[in-house]
């Protein structure tokens, strides 16, 4: 079964304070692991998706890495924007392809 | 193009009450997906639809059903609801299952329900 685990459960930074968002997995081989951000009152918007370790991917602040058994989200300089809840999601090799999501990571950015 | 819309946004039901959540997408996509969301549980999957007039269950299908009668609609049913169900349903569509190279799943604003 797979399984995705996301710490800390929830990060308070303050403005400018870099930091990482973990994400860890255990999967019968990888296809993709995406990262969604989800603002409070809406539904999940997509980041990235990465395919194999090693691979990394920028959008801003953010830089998503990926190695055999996790991700991490780095945010550098976050900005009270950046607030949002993380969500990650790792889709299998075999199986429907449906993404198996995890509990998410509630970041807040103080001014 | 308005992307993927739920409706209604807010419900209160009743235990024993019946209700059918309706999602819409413009973006032609094939697959369809309906999550809820509970505190502390992260998505998980209800039902999903490969195709107009295919569905298949998710990992917590008991309670719902699903109709895919057209390809930018999927909607899910509570016959009978209960307090268990009470919870943040959320539609999603993609153009494959694969989700490969700028292919996603493009989630809707979500429909919060409470079962008395």
């Known amino acids: 079964e797979d399984q995705v685990t996301q710490s800390p459960e929830a990060l308070r930074l303050q403005e400018g304070e870099s930091s990482s968002l973990n994400c860890s997995y255990t999967?019968?081989?990888?296809?993709?692991l995406f990262w969604y951000r989800q603002d409070p009152g809406k539904g999940p918007e997509f980041l990235f998706t990465?395919?194999?370790a090693g691979e990394e991917k920028e959008k801003e602040r953010l830089k998503a890495t990926l190695t055999k058994k996790e991700s991490f989200l780095h945010i550098t300089a976050p900005k009270p924007e950046d607030s949002a809840t993380y969500l990650c999601?790792?889709?299998?090799?075999?199986?429907?392809?449906?993404?198996?999501f995890g509990r998410g990571t509630s970041l807040i950015v103080h001014p | 193009n308005a992307g993927v819309t739920q409706t209604p946004k807010f419900r209160v039901l009743k235990t024993g009450q019946s209700m059918t959540l309706l999602c819409a997408q413009d973006?032609?996509?094939?697959?369809m997906y309906w999550y809820r969301q509970d505190p502390g549980m992260g998505l998980r999957l209800i039902h999903y639809s490969v195709g107009e007039g295919t569905t298949a269950k998710g990992e917590v299908p008991d309670g719902y059903n699903v109709s895919r009668l057209k390809k930018q609609n999927f909607l899910l049913g509570l016959e009978s609801a209960a307090p268990s169900q009470t919870s943040v349903y959320f539609c999603?569509?993609?153009?494959?299952?694969?989700?490969?190279?700028?292919?996603?799943?493009?989630f809707g604003p979500g429909t919060r329900l409470t079962v008395l």
């Open positions: 999967v019968s081989g990888l296809r993709g």
């Open positions: 973006m032609n996509h094939e697959y």
């Open positions: 990465l395919y194999s």
């Open positions: 999601a790792v889709q299998a090799v075999r199986g429907s392809y449906i993404p198996t």
């Open positions: 999603a569509s993609s153009y494959s299952l694969a989700l490969a190279g700028e292919d996603t799943q493009y």
